[in-house]
């Protein structure tokens, strides 16, 4: 019989796991197994995970669809494009001139924004910029490629232009912007006139500007969340313009990985070209489940009065905790400072049994503030306002 041979050593990080930072949420273990202590469970605030079900409607064609044997197409099946056309005109401003050809379904969002620097030829001695707080897949979206991730204060950039970067030559370099409005974490909108600045100076410059406007149905204190495609910002032509969208927030559907890209037709095609050949392709009952959600108004309306019911809870709460609320004019995030250092309030936090998400984990900019989501049930959100009131 052969000796047993002795116990394996775990392999290195060797390659790209080794040039990237570890995963942030990794870092609020400890905390989260502090609030887990408390008499009346957690409250877990850290991350926006959807926590009520997809409408039924959804779940309906989701069934009915899965009986799904073959192969789905990348670009999606034309029942799913048509309605991603309509949806896009109807909800994101999207000209007449967007067809068929302008629009692809994702494997989630995420995955879009992380491999959409690969997707596009970027690589060494590219710069991709991101707000100067971020959701931190855009940065390593330029790193996965060998690009340099810029953060950039983008209200300031369509008001300065070049002089609102760190250095004004950098602009020779960026190669694609992302914008994110509301924004993820502070829930800051950019207006009309703010977009079209930037998109102006994007375009003098052949820059890709890609807009992630996942939480574009959540306004709260502001009229309404411009896109990148309405023609008051694009001036009527899609060239050079990518809307990133998804339907997690506002349908639910998170775990369905259920998102879309819509723009410039060249550069849908370069994506749809790239896909292919890798083989992502959104599944086809998820694509029929999508096609059924992008339809319906009426659910994500109502989900929002939902979020609207747990939003009017959670902020007076802060605000007689001691915080101060900054943005948060739409999306899922209350973004709050205690006038301390983040990971002050998420460790005080936890000790009443609440976990929330220090604003370091979105740029350096952040580390005054938490961020607080609103995707918990309605007898969580109320557990978390009665403990913040008494703090």
């Known amino acids: 019989m052969a000796a047993t041979s002795g116990p394996r050593s775990t392999p290195s990080r060797t390659g790209l796991a080794a040039r990237l930072p570890a995963f942030p949420w990794d870092s609020l273990l400890p905390a989260k197994q502090r609030a887990a202590t408390h008499p009346d469970g957690i409250v877990a605030l850290s991350v926006g995970t959807p926590v009520d079900p997809p409408p039924a409607s959804v779940q309906a064609a989701l069934a ?31 000209p007449e001139s967007l067809g068929l050809e302008s629009v692809l379904p994702t494997v989630g969002s995420k995955e879009l924004v992380a491999h959409l620097p690969f997707q596009l030829g970027l690589g060494s001695g590219d710069a991709v910029a991101f707000p100067h707080i971020a959701y931190p897949t855009y940065d390593m979206g330029a790193r996965f490629v060998g ?10 950039l369509a008001a300065q232009g070049d002089a609102a970067l760190p250095d004004p030559s950098d602009a020779q370099r960026i190669r694609l912007l992302w914008l994110n409005s ?137 605000r007689a905790a001691g915080g101060s609320i900054h943005g948060s004019q739409a999306g899922l995030y209350l973004w709050t400072t205690f006038g301390e250092e983040a990971m002050t309030s998420v460790e005080r936090l936890a000790d009443s049994g609440i976990l929330v998400a220090p604003g370091m984990f979105y740029g350096g900019s ?26």
């Open 64 to 94: 009915a669809a899965a009986d799904s044997p073959g192969y789905p197409t990348t670009n999606g099946t034309p029942a799913l494009r048509e309605a991603l056309v309509d949806f896009v005109r109807r909800h994101r401003g999207g």
């Open 147 to 156: 690009a340099g991730p810029l953060s950039v204060d983008m209200a300031q």
């Open 182 to 318: 509301p924004s993820n974490p502070t829930g800051e909108v950019l207006d009309v006139a703010q977009m079209a600045a930037v998109v102006s100076w994007a375009r003098e410059r052949g820059i890709v500007v890609a807009s992630d406007e996942c939480y574009a149905l959540l306004p709260w204190t502001v009229d309404e969340v411009p896109s990148v495609l309405d023609p008051r910002v694009s001036g009527g032509s899609l060239e050079g313009l990518l809307c990133v969208y998804s339907l997690s927030k506002q349908s639910n559907l998170a775990g369905y990985r259920a998102a879309f890209v819509a723009g410039d037709p060249a550069l849908v095609g370069e994506l749809v070209a790239v896909r292919k050949q890798a083989g992502m392709m959104l599944p086809g009952p998820v694509q029929a489940a999508m096609t059924a959600a992008l339809g319906d108004d009426e659910a994500p309306a109502a989900q929002r009065e939902v979020y609207r019911a747990r939003r009017a809870l959670l902020e007076p709460a802060l």
């Open 366 to 391: 952040g580390g005054g503030f938490v961020r607080v989501a609103l995707t918990a049930t309605d007898e969580r959100i109320d557990a978390a306002a009665r403990r913040l009131e008494r703090l």
